[in-house]
């Protein structure tokens, strides 16, 4: 934790611009950091309009100020544009206003407009100051302020289209409103036949727009940053939608970026592409545009942790940090926290928005990374109307697809892009039914372009799966198998039992030689126990499904004065306790990876007890499954509704199998994809190359990684069925701050 400068006064935050998903989970963070360190804090109303024009703007809060909004979309302290600020006189305004209410250090939450605003700010502090004594504005002694304030800033904004960070605040609730509009839309519009185009916000970033088309499998997407190649897109647009039609497809959806054009520069709006669908199709055609729905409502999972976990970093930045010290941009990067030079992500975010402007395709598209380049020509493949043909000459591998464990949401995206991407490179591609159970009774069948048709938006497995792990005499029957049907390579998508079934292949590779072939791990499972990945396939999902259901759980426990104690699944992993905890403002969360002891309850009880005495009308707490064998959830709601009589009432909740079910989540459909597209690729090079690596896929500090599964007995603990190593437990002393009743004794008076 970094150490606390020297510096005297309170902290202030505000956010700018348009309101953004996650903006509220941020200061929830912030102002309980703030004050869990012993610094008070100001909450600045309107944005920069309330910065310039003082007074009631200038809010203090306190640890229950911030109750109750991390559910809650937009923000609570309100936003708003300020060409006041625009101008030297309202900045100086601004400067009068921070120093007059000593305040030392300040936050900004906002778009690459509103954070220009520090830069600007530490720039001219100096002669503002001098400027405003010489008026008598300030007294003398003000210029002991003279050096500056410390400044920081997060981007909030839902096009992800800020530099030095992965993903901006209200990006992922963005993309969670459009994927599921696209969704119903399909069920639609293959009812009728009929094709819909969406518009999708984004004027100078089409990440929405090409994430969304490449979640909901969408025939055809327009971003700002790759325009068609040549005149004559619109021909070769209907030419391949008939093409689809001809292959059975019923329903064909488009996603246009609101930034779209063509290479000349021209805009290819919505309705553009409609009429030109309209006559090239002879059909039907909708069109539908989201507009500010994508911004609004509650924030996922995602947003409420990531921007929870920025907002604590950003306080922690600032209160170690000198004044006058250059402006810092907090982000998130490959799945850490990162600090840049604020100014420095301003100027990379504009000069993107300039190179699309200009026409400049090749350089914005290498601003945005190479991720976002890879995602298009996944996309390019999978649209396709049916495969390109095998090269005359081509060797054509068998690739079997089978599950393993138990269902987790994006286990079907994952085999609809190996099937595709597979067939797109000339190879058969095996579908094996129930898991490694059907592969012992051989139901095995060749799986076309079509089989896997509207499996990227399905839940469930539509291959089936079970928990199977080979044994005994399996191994003879599966060798066997492998060799009838002259299998070259196999890829498990599953868990925990995944990686023990590919294990156990590759030790009993000397006894039948059948197993010496290419087999590849992909995780999926929503328990995200897995060695080698910081993420799994599903888990996104079943955080989301957790936040909705204890959302409304909260809503129904604050009306009567209740405490709930909430099971989440996770077996001996409790990464979907900790998040659910985070993402949701539990006061408690229990982890088998701490265990649970009776001093733990008592200590628990006591503060329930006494926060309900002081007017606390709700009590949530969250237990991973296997926190404890004896301190069952049962047990812990008994215990605190027999002694907390008659001041709440107590209700356990078992979430059970709905974090299970349910359409995956925009992340898990698209991750799935790239880890399929990975697992397809390697399994192919080492086939053709004549290698037989026994391997997982896995995210590891943002980047997809292969594990070699002869390493898996010394990276895990059997006997908990996890990973010896968890980056999220590094997460629980946030967790446990935020969670607190209120903050250390140590404040100072109020404003």
């Not at 509103?114 to 002669?127: F, G, K």
């Not at 819909?196 to 490449?214: D, I, K, P, T, W």
């Not at 997407?221 to 004559?232: A, G, M």
Request: proline letters at 4%; charged letters at 25%.
């Amino acid at each position: 934790m970094p150490v606390a400068k020297s510096i005297d006064g309170r902290l202030a935050v505000l956010t700018s611009g348009v309101d953004e998903p996650g903006m509220n989970p941020a200061l929830r963070a912030m102002v309980r950091t703030a004050l869990d360190r012993g610094i008070e804090v100001v909450a600045i109303t309107e944005g920069f309009r309330g910065l310039v024009a003082g007074g009631v703007h200038f809010r203090a809060m306190d640890w229950d100020s911030v109750g109750g909004i991390l559910q809650k979309g937009g923000t609570a302290i309100g936003s708003a544009r300020s060409p006041e600020f625009r101008k030297l006189e309202g900045r100086r305004a601004a400067v009068r206003n921070l120093i007059t209410h000593d305040i030392s250090r300040l936050i900004v939450i906002g778009g690459d407009g509103s954070l220009t605003a520090p830069d600007l700010l530490h720039r001219e502090w100096p002669d503002h100051v001098d400027a405003l004594v010489e008026a008598g504005e300030l007294p003398a002694e003000s210029l002991e302020n003279r050096s500056g304030i410390v400044l920081a800033g997060l981007a909030g904004s839902i096009d992800n289209d800020f530099h030095g960070t992965d993903m901006t605040i209200g990006a992922d609730t963005a993309l969670h409103r459009i994927t599921a509009a696209i969704d119903a839309l399909t069920s639609t519009a293959a009812s009728h036949q009929r094709t819909f185009v969406v518009e999708v916000m984004g004027r100078n970033c089409g990440y929405l727009a090409l994430m969304s088309a490449l979640a909901t499998g969408a025939d055809a997407v327009f971003i700002p940053e790759r325009p068609p190649k040549d005149d004559d897109w619109a021909r070769r647009l209907c030419d391949r939608l008939r093409a689809g039609r001809e292959a059975g497809r019923r329903d064909s959806i488009i996603v246009v970026a609101e930034g779209a054009h063509n290479r000349h520069g021209e805009p290819i709006t919505s309705s553009d592409v409609r009429e030109i669908l309209e006559r090239g199709m002879a059909e039907e055609v909708r069109l539908t545009i989201l507009g500010h729905v994508q911004r609004g409502g509650a924030p996922t999972a995602f947003d409420r942790t990531m921007s929870t976990l920025l907002g604590h970093a950003a306080v922690q930045q600032v209160l170690s940090s000198d004044a006058g010290d250059e402006p810092q941009f907090i982000g998130v990067h490959n799945n850490r926290i990162q600090h840049l030079p604020l100014a420095e992500c301003v100027e990379k975010t504009q000069k993107s928005a300039a190179a699309i402007a200009e026409g400049r395709h090749k350089e914005a598209l290498q601003l945005r990374g190479g991720s976002f380049s890879d995602n298009i020509d996944t996309f390019s493949t999978m649209l396709r109307s049916l495969p390109r043909p095998p090269k005359p000459d081509q060797k054509r591998l068998k690739i079997a697809v089978v599950h393993s464990g138990a269902p987790a949401p994006g286990m079907n995206t994952a085999v609809r892009a190996a099937v595709r991407l597979g067939l797109d490179a000339g190879h058969v591609m095996l579908g094996v039914r129930n898991g490694f159970a059907g592969f012992i009774e051989g139901r095995i069948e060749e799986l076309g372009w079509m089989s896997v048709r509207g499996w990227s938006s399905s839940g469930g497995c539509e291959l089936g799966i079970n928990r199977k792990v080979p044994d005994g005499h399996d191994y003879y029957t599966i060798a066997r198998t492998i060799e009838d049907r002259g299998i070259d390579a196999i890829l498990i998508i599953g868990g925990w039992s995944a990686y023990r079934s590919a294990y156990r292949f590759l030790i009993k590779r000397e006894a039948f030689p059948a197993f010496d072939i290419p087999i590849m791990c992909l995780p999926a499972t929503i328990n995200n126990n897995l060695p080698g990945t910081e993420l799994s396939i599903g888990a996104d999902t079943a955080l989301n499904s957790i936040v909705e259901a204890v959302d409304k759980i909260k809503q129904s426990a604050v009306a009567s004065n209740r405490c709930f104690v909430v099971e989440v699944m996770g077996r001996y992993c409790g990464y979907l306790a900790l998040m659910g905890g985070l993402s949701t403002g539990a006061e408690r969360v229990y982890l088998n990876e701490e265990g649970v002891t009776l001093a733990d309850l008592k200590n628990d009880l006591d503060h329930l007890v006494q926060g309900f005495r002081r007017g606390k009308r709700l009590g949530l707490i969250i237990r991973n499954e296997e926190a404890n064998a004896t301190y069952t959830t049962p047990f812990m709601s008994a215990l605190f509704e027999e002694e907390g009589g008659e001041l709440f009432e107590v209700r356990q909740a078992i979430l059970g199998h709905l974090q299970q079910g349910g359409s995956p989540s925009p992340f898990d459909r698209i991750f799935a994809t790239r880890l399929a597209k990975r697992c397809i690729t390697h399994l192919i090079d080492e086939a053709e190359s004549g290698r037989a690596s026994v391997s997982a896929i896995g995210l590891q500090s943002g980047t997809i990684q292969t594990l070699d599964l002869r390493d898996l007995p010394r990276l895990v603990d059997v006997e908990h069925q996890r990973p010896l190593e968890q980056w999220w437990l590094d997460l629980r002393p946030i967790a446990r701050i935020l969670a607190q009743s209120g903050p250390k004794p140590n404040m100072r008076s109020e404003l």
